[in-house]
């Protein structure tokens, strides 16, 4: 494509008539066929590789993202997730047997994996493509129709986003909405059968409104203030590094991008030189070089950025200047004196990053993190002990936790990656994908020789029934007692033996035999 396609909302009037259409196409049932997804991901996944330069240059326009960060995480991770779909989608879509004792083999009872049916997929500008094009993949995989709407904050990339879903895709199955607050306002008050959202908490709570109104189930992607541990057993050379390239990837425009530091008062020189080296190391020519380091994504992001950084009370370790004109701030690292610093007021969402000295190891850093934000969507701990993992483990909540490192629990497309709390609600990517958008539906056949054994539900209830509905229940003997504590003696064995207790969880087969050997002895023994 020579020219980029031009940016145009969608006109709310016409709104209701794409939703129509694409209930049309639910309807018809034409989407679901296991061939139809398949060559819709594959017709998918060649709009997307004939625009890779187009998309480099969308990212360009709206983000000055640097060719290569716009390659690796947009081009060749959609690339990448298309392929891993297709080459798992028989295996995803197959029914599963279902768990049940022998007497209810008969039913045949099985679970299907059936389409939810209509899907909106709103999306945030930082990773334009990702952000709409992975859950839509989701979307095709598990047969659900969808409507996307991108962030109108990156309108070069949802422009072309437009134009490649309108190239590659049926048009009535699968389609672009364009716009703003109007607009998506019009698409939220159409009826729809998942919603998946990604963006900032406020929004999320609009989402959930109009959603709950027709008892839609929603996806909320989110963010938060995500924390960074350096305990005294850190690599803090290392950490320096990793927590540099977590903070200038995108300009920190990503959700899971470290907002503030803990570290100890023995780390913190080697942090602050290590950090300092890295963001030299990777921008050699400084980093106003627009061919590797991003810029803001508009005046009111800049401007908010900027003026966290002027409220702080904080010293600036490392940066600190900015170019309005550019929209470019320099990676800056501040060193704050306590929480009330205006940089821990909200997400900062760009290369600025805070940190404070924290003294009493992991457990004063464990009850920061649940004082600044419960539940952020990324938590970064850089220590080598594996005591100090498990307590940060068992003492904070998060959406993923990543040690010895910043965002790479998040950069393995195959694992689920979701929020918890204020980070959002649900999870995708991978075959959360799939699953995302798809109905696991219970079906039994019952067969008419079963009447006999079925006879118990039927009215007049006599105690005989009910004698052999327990029975059919195959109840094993319990192993605990009333307080809830676990009995191994003489009764618990004798029991068993005579029940011929089927299984507790506690014990293989190698129990299971001495127990019966054991009751065996008693039972013998009783019998004197
Ligand atoms: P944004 O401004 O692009 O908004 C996101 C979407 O919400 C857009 O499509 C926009 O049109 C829509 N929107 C905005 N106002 C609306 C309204 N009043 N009613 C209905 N829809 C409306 O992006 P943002 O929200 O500024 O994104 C940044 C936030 O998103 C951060 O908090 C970040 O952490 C989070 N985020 C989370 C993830 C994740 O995967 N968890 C990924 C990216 C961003």
Request: proline share 5%; net charge neutral.
């Amino acid at each position: 494509m020579s020219e980029l396609p031009t940016y145009a909302s969608t006109p709310v009037a016409d709104i209701a008539g794409v939703h129509a259409r694409l209930v049309e196409t639910w309807e018809s049932g034409r989407t679901i066929p296991l061939e139809y997804r398949k060559i819709a991901l594959r017709k998918l996944y060649h709009a997307i590789k004939d625009n890779t330069e187009n998309i480099v240059a969308a990212l360009k326009a709206d983000l000055n993202k640097p060719e290569k960060e716009s390659l690796m995480i947009e081009v060749c991770w959609l690339e990448k997730d298309i392929l891993d779909t297709l080459a798992q989608l028989d295996k995803w879509a197959k029914d599963e047997k279902a768990p049940t004792s022998i007497i209810y083999a008969g039913l045949k009872p099985r679970m299907k994996k059936g389409p939810m049916g209509t899907v909106l997929i709103i999306g945030a500008f930082n990773y334009p493509f990702q952000l709409t094009v992975v859950p839509l993949i989701g979307a095709i995989a598990a047969g659900c129709p969808a409507i996307v709407k991108p962030s109108e904050m990156c309108p070069v990339s949802a422009a072309l986003l437009a134009h490649i879903i309108g190239q590659a895709l049926e048009p009535d199955a699968y389609t672009v909405v364009n716009g703003g607050i109007p607009e998506t306002t019009e698409v939220l008050a159409q009826k729809f059968d998942k919603i998946m959202y990604t963006g900032n908490g406020q929004v999320a709570r609009i989402v959930s409104a109009a959603a709950a109104k027709n008892l839609t189930p929603v996806i909320l992607e989110l963010g938060g203030l995500n924390p960074v541990f350096i305990t005294s057993k850190a690599d803090a050379k290392l950490a320096g590094k990793r927590i540099g390239w977590g903070k200038v990837h995108n300009a920190g425009q990503i959700c899971i991008s470290p907002d503030y530091v803990m570290v100890d008062p023995s780390m913190e020189e080697a942090f602050v030189q290590s950090f300092t080296d890295a963001i030299n190391e990777f921008y050699p020519n400084g980093t106003d070089d627009k061919e590797n380091f991003g810029r803001i994504v508009n005046d009111r992001h800049f401007k908010r950025i900027t003026g966290l950084l002027e409220k702080s009370k904080g010293e600036v370790k490392f940066g600190g200047k900015s170019d309005a004109a550019e929209r470019w701030i320099e990676p800056t690292l501040v060193k704050i004196g306590g929480l009330d610093d205006a940089l821990l007021s909200e997400e900062i969402f760009g290369p600025v990053l805070p940190y404070m000295i924290v003294e009493g190891g992991v457990q004063e850093m464990s009850s920061i993190v649940r004082k600044v934000g419960d539940c952020p969507l990324g938590l970064y701990a850089f220590t080598n002990d594996a005591k100090e993992q498990e307590y940060i483990v068992n003492t904070t909540r998060s959406g993923g936790i990543s040690f010895n490192d910043t965002m790479f629990h998040a950069a393995i497309q195959s694992i689920p990656f979701g929020g918890i709390g204020e980070s959002g609600t649900g999870c995708y990517r991978g075959k959360a994908s799939f699953d995302a958008f798809t109905h696991l539906r219970p079906i039994i056949d019952q067969p008419g020789w079963m009447e006999g054994q079925l006879d118990v539900r039927y009215p007049p209830y006599t105690d005989a029934k009910y004698k052999k509905y327990r029975m059919t229940q195959f109840l094993p003997a319990v192993d605990f007692d009333s307080n809830g504590k676990i009995v191994t003696g003489m009764w618990y064995y004798w029991r068993r033996l005579v029940l011929l207790g089927a299984g507790t969880k506690r014990g293989g087969v190698v129990r299971h035999l001495l127990a019966a050997l054991i009751g065996l002895c008693f039972w013998k023994w009783g019998k004197k």
